[in-house]
């Protein structure tokens, strides 16, 4: 496992829900749809929404600090910050800069990373590249998203499909084989569909203007068909080549968790590798698509209700805007109760 570096390892996990619940019920009186047609298309029955007073900023705050308590860990331990957001608290400075700030961390840097639903993916590799080069022994990593505020509350396509919510995950250096380890991680862009999954405005490109508003072109705007289609087979074919850099194959698999957007998505990526059935992780049903969130409330979740054991192999998988997708091969060792 360590050639000569530490292993990247998962210590401490958290997580931050609004308690605000908008349920398939309550969309009904909103848009033209139905609890039965989201229900069957998405998997999706609720999704958390945050008040005025709960923001990125806040939500990566509150669930940074929980990860950091699950980790034993004092602020002034973690070297790195890194947010995960497509909805930062401001366009700069960072969210992970105010984090940092809040949670007395006077010794990391700090710094937002974005790729769309694929972000905490991204951020794990990140981390683990800064803890196997020895240039970080703590990260903390961080996925926030308020989404509630970049959706069209107008459009029926988009506005059933996503929620707000925060997860972190505390990615410390170690040398003890229990404590598990970020085995793989398999990054990939294409650019050239850019335009499937976007929020246009707000920033070079189209600036704030009255006719950007107007026209409403700082809300997401979404073509699912392409995204569903590219996400299944970009998800199962990044899971594998993860997979084949760990010298593992999809029978040491324990548990699969793939972005949480879609829930017949996820089934078509377990049956696109042949996977057993049960073997994935499913949580979207409360939370929605919560893009760079989504994969930390899985981790959460699995491990709360006994789905995460040490020394289990997992396969984390993420796709979102850009395109940009990826997937790691994670050996679990965190035990809450340790
Ligand atoms: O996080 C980034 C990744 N995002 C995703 O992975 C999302 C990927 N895409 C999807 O999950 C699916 O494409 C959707 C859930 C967005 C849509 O499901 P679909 O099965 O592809 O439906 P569709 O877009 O083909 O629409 C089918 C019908 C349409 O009506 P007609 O044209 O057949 O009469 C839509 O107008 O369903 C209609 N429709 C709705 N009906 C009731 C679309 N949204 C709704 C709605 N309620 N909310």
Known sequence: MNKGHPAAAITGLGIYLPAKILSNHDLEKMVDTSDEWIKQRTGISQR??????????????????????????RPEEIDLVICATLIPE??????????????????????DLEAACAGFVYALGVARAFI??????????????????????????????????AGAAIVQASFDEKAGAILEVALKSDGSKADCLIIPAGGSRYPTT????????????????????AA????????????????????????MI???????????????????????????????????????????????????????????AGFGGGFSWGATIIKWGLNPEN
């Open 258 to 316: 793939a972005h949480q957007a879609n829930s017949r998505i996820i089934d078509a990526v377990q049956k696109r590798l042949e996977l057993p059935d049960g073997i994935s992780y499913q949580n979207l049903e409360r939370y929605g698509n919560t893009s760079s969130a989504s994969i930390p409330l899985a981790l959460y979740d699995a491990m709360q209700e006994g789905r995460l054991k040490q020394g289990m192999y997992l396969a984390v």
């Open 232 to 255: 299944v087979r970009a998800m199962a074919d990044t899971t594998l080549e993860a997979l084949k850099h760990s010298d593992l194959q999809l029978s040491d698999l324990n548990l």
């Open 48 to 73: 958390r929404i945050a008040e005025s007073h709960e923001t990125t900023f806040t939500m990566a705050y509150e669930a940074g600090k929980n990860a950091l308590k699950m980790a034993k860990l």
């Open 132 to 165: 196997h080069s020895g240039m970080a022994r703590v990260v903390l990593v961080i996925g926030s998203e308020t989404m509630s505020r970049v959706v069209d509350w107008e459009d029926r396509s988009t506005c059933v499909l996503f929620g707000d919510g």
């Open 90 to 111: 401001h366009p700069f400075p960072s969210t992970a800069s105010l984090v940092q700030a809040a949670l007395g961390a006077t010794k990391a840097g700090a710094f």
């Open 210 to 229: 009255e006719n950007t508003v107007r026209d409403k072109l700082h809300f997401l705007r979404m073509n699912g068909a392409e995204v569903f289609k």
